[in-house]
Structure formats: structure tokens, C-alpha cells
């Protein structure tokens, strides 16, 4: 599968996009943090957890006993600047023009 598959796979289901939400507001959580804060199982949790590392959107790094869970946005901009940029640029420039011509100096 290609990796923005797997990024809106991933990104498609609430309790994912809830857990990277966990992770920007603080990252490097264990699973028992972020089990914590969701109504599921560990093994729902680990299974989502996953599915997020496959599409790069968590990396997971052992430290000691715990293996702690951090956030990679960069897919996520990946797919900002593939599929919503491009379509906000057009827009943009045109209130940029708009703004230039507005604050024009009427000629005398």
C-alpha cells in the first residue's frame, strides 16, 4: 500500500487521530498513558499504536522497560502539501491581489 494509503487509513479512524492528538500535546507517552485516556483494551490500544507506526505517524523508542510512543508529523505535512496546499494556493494569491488593489492610491 502507498504511504499516504496508509496515512489516510490511519488517519481515517477518530481513536487514532485521537491518540496522535495525546502525542502533540505531549509526546513520548507510554502505551499506559495513552491507554489511559481512551475507553479500549491494552491490545486495542497496541493495535492502533500499530497501525500509526506503519504509517509513520508514531515512532516507538525503548527506554528501559517502557518503550515510549512519539508523534512524526511529517507525513501528515506530506499530505498537507500534496493534497491541500496546491488547492489553497490559488486562493490565497487571489486575496493577496485583492488585499494590493484595495489599499491602491486612488489617482489624483
Do not use: C
Not at 483494551?41 to 516507538?60: D, N, P, Q
Not at 523508542?61 to 507525513?75: D, I, S, T, W, Y
Amino acid at each position: 500500500m502507498p504511504d499516504d494509503d496508509l496515512v489516510f487509513k490511519a488517519l481515517a479512524d477518530p481513536t487514532r487521530r485521537f491518540l496522535l492528538d495525546q502525542l502533540f500535546a505531549r509526546d513520548g507517552r507510554t502505551l499506559g498513558e495513552l491507554e489511559s485516556e481512551v475507553d479500549m483494551t491494552r491490545f486495542g490500544v497496541m493495535k492502533h499504536l500499530k497501525l500509526l507506526e506503519e504509517a509513520g505517524l508514531v515512532i516507538s523508542r525503548k527506554e528501559g522497560r517502557e518503550k515510549r510512543h512519539f508523534l512524526n508529523a511529517v507525513p501528515i505535512r506530506q499530505i498537507h502539501d500534496r493534497w491541500i496546499g496546491k488547492y489553497t494556493a490559488r486562493h490565497t494569491a487571489a486575496l493577496l491581489d485583492l488585499k494590493a488593489e484595495l489599499e491602491k492610491e486612488p489617482p489624483e
